[in-house]
């Protein structure tokens, strides 16, 4: 019938997808459990703080900042070796992760990753707790790259 909604586990739907289609949840029902799981990882919290000040970023300017606060030391110091560590750990595991919750879209062909439709909701949850424990990351993240 013309207006029928499908409902699929509790959650009603107008479009229907495959099992194969990946989609984000809807804003209306991103829960807490994703948006804790976005953050569980300090590398993932890192790159959402850097989203912060900047929404759009080059892998290699990600991998380079957070490499750059985990060692400690100046981005320019940050050796090829190092960055290429986390790049791999970014690339595989992190962005995915977030892709997948529509924090973050990345592109495949410019290797660049933005802010996609939850992150504003990500985001908030993680200027809450910035204060507290991870308040000298967010301060890293939020800073300038070096030349």
Same mark, same amino acid.
């Given at each position: ?73 100046? /981005?320019?110091?940050? %050796? =090829?070796?190092?960055? $290429?560590? @986390?790049?791999?750990? *970014? ?5 995915? &992760? ?12 410019? /290797?660049?990753?933005? %802010? =996609?439709?939850?992150? $504003?909701? @990500?985001?908030?949850? *993680? ?5 507290? &424990? ?12 070096? /030349?």
């Amino acid at each position: 019938m013309a207006g029928e909604r499908k409902v699929n586990e509790g959650i009603s739907s107008d479009v229907s997808t495959s099992p194969d289609t990946k989609l984000p949840p809807p804003p209306e029902i991103l829960a807490i459990e994703p948006v804790y799981e976005a953050l569980g990882h300090s590398r993932r919290r890192y790159l959402c703080y850097t989203l912060l000040e900047n929404t759009e970023w080059s892998m290699t300017d990600l991998a380079t900042k957070i490499t750059a606060w985990e060692w400690g030391i100046p /981005e320019h110091e940050v %050796t =090829a070796d190092q960055r $290429e560590k @986390v790049y791999v750990s *970014l690339y595989h595991a992190h962005v995915p &992760k977030l892709v997948d919750v529509g924090v973050i879209t990345f592109d495949e062909t410019t /290797e660049t990753i933005s %802010t =996609a439709e939850h992150a $504003e909701q @990500v985001l908030t949850v *993680l200027e809450g707790i910035g204060a507290s &424990k991870d308040a000298n990351q967010e301060v890293h993240a939020r800073s300038e790259m070096d /030349e």
